[in-house]
């Protein structure tokens, strides 16, 4: 049984940081890029950053770049996605996704997780 579990999210004040998780399980996790997306109420859910199967390559949305960083670690079978100076404008659900094929820049998607809640406010 196939199975992504967010861990991580949570309240926290503009300007602090949050280290969301991602197990993975039942699936040949080293053989897929890992991709975190965001959808906050009422928008639409959009990519905020991805990784390659291997972890040599990563791509950011501008919105976060120099902010979060993403990583992952074959052995645990967990990509992580650390934000930093968070801003209000980053509450949303985020949820971790594994792409069909290992290169970032995949747009299909065979595995969703559930979705964490962050909340930055003051």
């Known amino acids: 049984q196939v199975q992504l579990v967010e861990s991580g999210g949570g309240l926290v004040q503009p300007g602090g940081s949050l280290r969301l998780s991602c197990a993975a399980s039942g699936f040949l996790f080293s053989t897929h890029a890992m991709s975190w997306y965001r959808q906050a109420p009422g928008g639409e859910r959009e990519l905020v950053a991805a990784?390659?199967?291997?972890?040599?390559?990563?791509k950011y949305a501008d919105s976060v770049k120099g902010r979060f960083t993403i990583s992952g670690d074959n052995a645990k079978n967990t990509v992580y996605l650390q934000m930093n100076s968070l801003k209000p404008e980053d509450t949303a659900v985020y949820y971790c996704?594994?792409?069909?094929?290992?290169?970032?820049?995949?747009?299909?998607?065979?595995?969703w997780g559930q979705g964490t809640q962050v909340t930055v406010s003051s």
């Open positions: 996704a594994a792409a069909s094929t290992s290169v970032v820049t995949s747009t299909q998607y065979n595995y």
């Open positions: 990784i390659s199967s291997t972890g040599g390559s990563t």
